[in-house]
């Protein structure tokens, strides 16, 4: 038997009694915004595999959001300057730049005090797929606006969440700008999870903030 | 934990509403110039052609605008306005639906009955209700991660990108758990029926 052609598992599969309370809109909406503990995460995971309405309802979510980060109308580069740029290309220019900045950055992060409260209100999408998220982010990153390259990361990584490189790069990015917590939490997953690359990257982050530094 | 209303646009949104809330002059105009390019993105997937996308983009505003005084606060917008959003989308996609059903010669014609599983009718009966029994045993045993990406394929039919989206998890990672759970009936199951899975 084919497992997914075969009608006999997709009967058994539906008689699965759902998992737990259906969660509701608002923790749907929080879970996509990165706003759920990891052991809330997984609840709400098992209840969507087990709750078709529900499932749903989280892709409808999933789109609300993407929808409502992904149409601002800002490009802080113009247009077709980045966007024929390879991805491997561009990948290997983010590590370039990342390595350029760090031993500056590692001065100036030992005499940060304050955590930024606000960002500056300038994320990019251009194209369907966000590649131009992605491009303008390293565009960004590269002239030292990291807060503004951390927004249009954070713009692609919400329509790509499977893009592990690039959650990479938004970890990094948000080392750059003081939200360690917040880059600690994300790398400890791709540590975990990411492809031999990336989690060999993350773990040397991760040993980079042990040590108190940044990119 | 990730505080709400931490990004750039978040922060835009919640200025937006606590202004309009406060009835300050300007308030609904500039909420609507942030609001209106976003809904249609939300309503521009449907079966529906752009001009009407752009008619359920207005109700859904004209409902925000009207009812925004129902707001318990500024942070909650998000939810509300998603409840809002797809309530309109909802209502659109039956009308829409019955619409098309009237237009393609009635309600009567378009809801024929399903054929019979002629595979179904001819396998006796009490086989099938034991192979079923047997695979939702096997399913329940299945470690939760690999039985909740294995169902999501083989239930909702979702793809490999579709799952990772769905659970925020890489695409390697849904890959390797629907491999393993596959893996694990293939064993168990074949020991059961003598069967293969592929």
């Not at chain 1, 350029?100 to 500056?120: D, Q």
């Not at chain 1, 003081?178 to 999870?193: H, I, K, N, V």
């Not at chain 2, 993105?41 to 008619?55: I, M, N, T, V």
């Not at chain 2, 695979?135 to 979702?158: F, H, I, K, T, W």
Request: include cysteine.
């Amino acid at each position: 038997m084919n497992v997914r052609d075969d009608d006999s598992l997709r009967r058994a599969a539906a008689q699965l009694p759902a998992a737990g309370p259906c969660p509701g809109e608002t923790s749907l909406l929080a879970f996509y915004r990165g706003e759920l503990d990891e052991d809330q995460a997984d609840a709400l995971r098992e209840h969507l595999a087990t709750c078709p309405a529900c499932l749903e309802l989280a892709r409808d979510a999933r789109e609300f959001l993407v929808a409502l980060r992904g149409a601002e109308p800002a490009p802080a580069v113009p247009p077709g300057r980045v966007a024929a740029t390879p991805r491997s290309r561009r990948t290997a220019l983010w590590v370039a730049a990342a390595a350029v900045t760090a031993l500056a950055a590692l001065g100036l992060y030992a005499v940060r005090t304050e955590r930024p409260t606000r960002r500056p209100a300038e994320v990019v999408w251009r194209g369907d797929d966000g590649t131009a998220a992605y491009d303008a982010a390293m565009e960004h990153f590269r002239a030292g606006r990291f807060e503004a390259a951390e927004a249009a990361l954070e713009t692609y990584v919400l329509a790509h969440p499977a893009d592990d490189r690039a959650r990479l790069d938004l970890a990094v990015t948000r080392m750059r700008v003081g939200r360690t917590a917040d880059a600690r939490r994300e790398l400890a997953q791709l540590a975990e999870r990411g492809d031999d690359a990336v989690r060999a990257e993350a773990r040397r982050w991760l040993a980079e903030l042990d040590r108190g530094g940044a990119p | 934990m990730r505080p709400s209303f931490a990004d750039p646009f978040d922060a835009r949104l919640l200025e937006g509403v606590r202004r309009l809330r406060a009835g300050e002059p300007g308030a609904a105009d500039a909420l609507d110039a942030l609001l209106r390019p976003r809904l249609t993105g939300y309503f521009a997937r449907g079966p529906w052609p752009r001009d009407e996308a752009q008619d359920l983009v207005q109700k859904a505003l004209v409902l925000v605008f009207t009812s925004v005084g129902q707001l318990r606060d500024e942070a909650s917008f998000i939810p509300w306005l998603f409840a809002i959003a797809r309530n309109v989308r909802s209502t659109a996609m039956r009308s829409w639906s019955t619409r098309g059903r009237w237009e393609a010669g009635g309600l009567e014609l378009a809801g024929d009955p399903p054929a019979p599983d002629e595979r179904i009718r001819r396998e006796d009966a009490q086989e099938e209700a034991r192979r079923i029994a047997a695979l939702r045993a096997a399913l329940g045993q299945l470690p939760s991660r690999q039985r909740q990406c294995l169902l999501l394929r083989v239930r909702d039919e979702l793809s490999y990108e579709e799952i990772a989206g769905v659970f925020q998890l890489s695409v390697h990672t849904v890959r390797n758990h629907i491999a393993q759970a596959k893996e694990s009936l293939r064993r168990r199951f074949g020991e059961v029926f003598g069967e293969t899975i592929e």
